[in-house]
């Protein structure tokens, strides 16, 4: 029992101690040293100023923007990415769980500010804890026949083969709620094993368990339906007979009063107790009328985060993205994620979990079976409800995976207990899942290193976005030589050195893009523009088209290509562009003084004075248009 505790303890340790050197702080840290700044330090700030919007005021020039739900054309739009914007105040739309919890604890008890980085890693490591202790009571209780290096082993799953080392990798305000609702739902979890267990305790536990999972909730709200698990025990005690009226009570108060309090909360912000502010949300696409849950998505989403594997390469970090399946209408372009059941193969061992309960006697076999039942449910509902999502994104797949990685453990134990007499085919089957395992920890691994790539990539177009093109030069540099295959850093360094005037090195990034990756729409449309630059104009025409084989709706494409067409002499069809971009996109003054221009030329004068028109009602200081507009004014 003492090598038992030293053993699991030094693995937890090992695990720790490898989040500890993973963890990378996000864009917005990365942008800003100060942990005051941190969106969740902010939150608490504007409690402690006894409101429930973030202590910032809203920035000059968004009130006035057309549209400030479409930061495409704010000149800083990190300074207020993912807040949400209402009644002139700027509110947080993630969850307020580690707010209260964590970051306003944290605050009180030391005059210091926690950053998200940090958060994110205290949360991944009290899960990963709670995890090893339901895999150290499932050992003890139901399968002695396991050796202790296979729990060790089944430890190290649960720590390192769950995308937890891929959120780590780039830890910033959108990983700390997905992060605390995984220490929550694990947390959770325990509580059940021990409602289940503890028959005269069940209430306690019961209750425990509907709190952790409320407050999850409230860090996570898509884990509600999830909280179906908190039934589990009352279904247990119907079949044993007991009275379900003060169990099911302890499952349902907690989680109950905490979703009053949610409501309550949003009403207060939003005026409407079901609105958490993502339809308010600022970003760089307007998402204010959004659908945000469908059945259109849902096989996509399976697809990227159950199937699609990952691309392996020669050169370090060895791993590359998915092949992008065609991406549905309205679904927000992906972020890296990852099929768990090609890149993560340890998960199919919960195929082998009705081994566990195999020759068992009725009840041991049945509490166990309701154990594995929640566990089943949680990771099932969580993977459907991200599955109906418009976005798909790796820290998504933390939902449910860590979930699925302990049920595959749950089957590798079963496994070790069905073969126990059979030592040489069990010695086989070790060999077999120990391959998978390390292939599943070894993807995890290395697929943070590419995302710690990214992060650089996207730390550069932040500081591009803000005029600071050789500071941006440099990060994305930074990336190629993390990662020399990755395609966005490749096109992200031909749009500064466009910018730095260096256009035949432009050319050749954005053509080292398309290597990478043919199908890269924005590539091919810069491309574009650089070689148009150069008066290359066939080849720039060729490009914008191929853009728009690729992604049809694409309006700068569209716009650009009129361009090119128009520099050609094809004005007729080049005004066709620009009509098909404006469709795409009617508020975009530049593409209304093109076309106007070209309207002007053709001899179509009042249509010409329309758009102009239009130019400026978009954007009233468009030099370009007013002139044009005071020109054809004074030829009446």
């Known amino acids: 029992m003492k090598n038992a505790w030293i053993s699991l303890a ?7 101690g490898v989040y500890a050197c993973v963890v990378q702080p996000g864009v917005s840290e990365r942008l800003s040293s100060n942990a005051a700044d941190a969106y969740y330090n902010l939150l608490v700030q504007g409690f402690r100023a006894g409101q429930l919007s973030v202590k910032k005021e809203v920035p000059p020039g968004l009130a006035e923007l057309a549209d400030p739900y479409d930061l495409s054309t ?35 008890l030391t005059g210091h500010y926690l950053f998200h980085r940090q958060a994110v890693a205290i949360f991944c490591a009290i899960g990963f804890l709670a995890s090893v202790g339901l895999l150290r009571v499932l050992w003890r209780r139901y399968f002695t026949e396991a050796s202790l290096g296979v729990v060790v082993a089944c430890a190290v799953a649960l720590g390192l083969a769950t995308g937890v080392p891929v959120l780590l990798s780039q830890s910033d305000v959108w990983e700390v709620p997905v992060s605390c609702g995984y220490m929550l739902t694990m947390l959770a979890l325990a509580a059940i094993w021990c409602a289940l267990h503890e028959p005269e305790r069940r209430g306690w536990w019961l209750a425990t ?9 409230g860090a996570r709200p898509s884990l509600l339906f999830g909280a179906i698990i908190l039934l589990v025990p009352v279904a247990q005690a119907r079949r044993e007979g007991r009275q379900m009226g003060t169990l099911l009570l302890a499952a349902t108060i907690p989680i109950t009063l905490i979703g009053l309090g949610l409501m309550l909360y949003n009403g207060l912000r939003f ?36 199937l699609e594997p990952v691309r392996w390469t020669a050169r370090a970090p060895f791993v590359q993205g998915i092949v992008m399946p065609p991406v549905p209408p309205d679904h927000h372009y992906p972020e890296r994620p990852f099929g768990v059941l090609t890149n ?10 009705p081994l566990a309960w195999r020759n068992r006697s009725g009840q041991e076999a049945s509490t166990l079976r309701w154990f594995v039942t929640a566990v089943a449910l949680l990771s099932g509902i969580c993977a459907l409800t991200v599955g109906l999502f418009y976005c798909a994104c790796a820290r998504y797949e933390v939902d449910f995976l860590p979930t699925l990685v302990l049920l595959a453990v749950i089957g590798i134990l079963g ?13 086989a089957v070790r060999w077999g899942w120990s391959l998978l395992l390390g292939f599943s920890v070894a993807f995890n691994l290395l697929a943070g290193v590419g995302y710690y790539a990214e992060l650089q990539t996207v730390l ?30 490749h096109e992200s360094l031909g749009n500064a050195l466009v910018q730095l005037g260096r256009l035949p090195e432009a050319i050749v990034q954005y053509q080292q893009a398309l290597r990478i990756n043919p199908d890269f729409a924005e590539a091919h449309c810069n491309l574009g523009v650089a070689l148009l630059h150069v008066d290359r104009v066939p080849e720039a025409i060729a490009q914008y088209e191929q853009a728009l084989r690729i992604k049809p709706d694409f309006y700068e494409a569209h716009n650009n290509l009129g361009s090119a067409l128009a520099h050609a002499g094809r004005m007729q069809e080049a005004m066709q562009q620009w009509e098909e971009s404006l469709r795409l996109k009617p508020d975009d003054s530049v593409v209304h003084y093109n076309l106007g221009s070209a309207l002007e030329q053709a001899g ?12 400026l009602r978009i954007n009233p200081d468009y030099t370009e248009a007013q002139n044009a507009l005071a020109r054809l004014q004074a030829r009446r």
Not at 344 to 353: E, T
Not at 477 to 487: E, F, S, T, V
Not at 604 to 615: D, I, K, M, N
């Open 10 to 16: 030094a693995v937890c340790a090992l695990v720790i």
């Open 74 to 108: 704010y000149v800083r739009p990190s300074r207020v990415l993912d807040l949400s914007y209402y009644k002139d105040r700027l509110y947080l739309y993630f969850g307020v769980t580690p707010a209260l919890i964590l970051f306003w604890p944290y605050t009180v």
């Open 209 to 217: 368990a509907s709190l952790a999972y409320g407050l999850a909730v």
């Open 271 to 306: 005026d409407n107790p079901f609105e958490f502010g993502q339809h308010y949300q600022l970003h760089v696409e307007r998402r204010i009328a959004r659908q945000f849950f469908s059945l259109h998505y849902l096989w996509f989403n399976f697809r990227v985060y159950f």
């Open 344 to 353: 993560i193969p340890l998960v199919w061992l919960a195929l082998a979990v």
């Open 415 to 427: 496994l070790e207990r069905a073969l126990a007499d059979r030592p040489i085919r069990r010695r």
């Open 460 to 489: 550069g177009n932040q500081l591009f976005r803000v005029g600071k093109v050789s500071e941006a030069f440099g990060r994305y540099q930074q990336a190629l030589r993390i990662n020399p295959d990755y395609a966005n850093a």
């Open 604 to 615: 179509r004068v009042q249509e010409a004075v329309e758009h102009y028109e239009q130019a």
